[in-house]
């Protein structure tokens, strides 16, 4: 898998994760408010312009507005899957 089918899946891990969260509307309306990120009706990341690592960064800070840390710690999950993306501390 190539960085970029990496970072396309793990964003929307983190917004499938959220969806369940905080319901799939909220979710993928705030994910679509991340400036780069290119989403569909279903929550499946379709593109991302500019800096990947950067837009995961700006979404995981997005909902962690709404949710506060808690986002973070049921994220780690998600991250153990891409062992080649750092992780945003």
Known sequence: MDDKAQYLGLLTEII???????????A???ARNVA?????????VTGINGDP???VEKLIDTYVELSGMIVKSALSSIF???PQIKKVE
Do not use: F, N
């Open 53 to 55: 690592a950067e837009a």
């Open 36 to 44: 780069g990120l290119t989403v569909d009706d279903s929550g499946k």
């Open 16 to 26: 499938g994760k959220q969806a369940v969260i905080l319901g799939p509307d909220i």
């Open 80 to 82: 153990t899957k891409y």
């Open 28 to 30: 993928i309306l705030k």
